[in-house]
């Protein structure tokens, strides 16, 4: 990443992303541990009053609360470059379908949709003669749009 890009990233950003790079690591796992095990095993000398339990209580559910929006926060940046990345091979590919791009934002029915447009495809190779050929899923739609007009047909001649 250029200077010019991290000067662009927000004071937040940084310490989010740090946070999210280093609460993953070996290290503050085996801290995290530590800390349970010291708490445990003061219990006794604390005779393992009511206030005892609500510091562990208390650490943790302020601790998990504030993660759930880093680790959010975290996995949609990450969602975000994905999709670009791929959105980047599909559109370099001249025998990809461009349809693809920005597929995220269809609804769910649209993607059901597509993905049986996509078991078509894969009917579409297991038939074909040679497993390299490619298809895209426009052959699938195709494919699709054949068998609904012919059962269309069928259907009118009953």
């Keep these: 990443m250029s200077a010019q890009e991290n000067d662009d990233i927000s004071g937040f950003e940084k310490i989010s992303n740090t946070i999210t790079t280093y609460s993953g690591s070996s290290p503050v796992f085996l801290a995290a541990v530590a800390l349970i095990l010291l708490w445990?095993?003061?219990g006794p000398v604390f005779h393992f009053s009511n206030t005892w339990l609500l510091i562990v209580n208390t650490g943790t559910s302020i601790i998990t609360f504030l993660m759930v929006f880093l680790i959010q926060k975290s996995q949609n940046k990450e969602s975000?470059?994905?999709q670009l990345k791929?959105?980047?091979l599909i559109a370099a590919n001249n025998s990809a379908s461009n349809r693809l791009l920005n597929i995220q934002d269809l609804s769910e029915d649209s993607l059901n949709t597509l993905y049986e447009h996509y078991k078509t495809l894969v009917e579409l190779t297991q038939k074909a003669k040679s497993n390299t050929k490619s298809h895209s899923i426009e052959d699938a739609i195709d494919c699709a749009e054949e068998e609904i007009t012919s059962d269309l047909k069928k259907m009118e001649k009953k």
Excluded: D, P
């Design 40 to 42: 445990a095993f003061s």
């Design 80 to 82: 975000i470059a994905v």
């Design 86 to 88: 791929l959105n980047e």
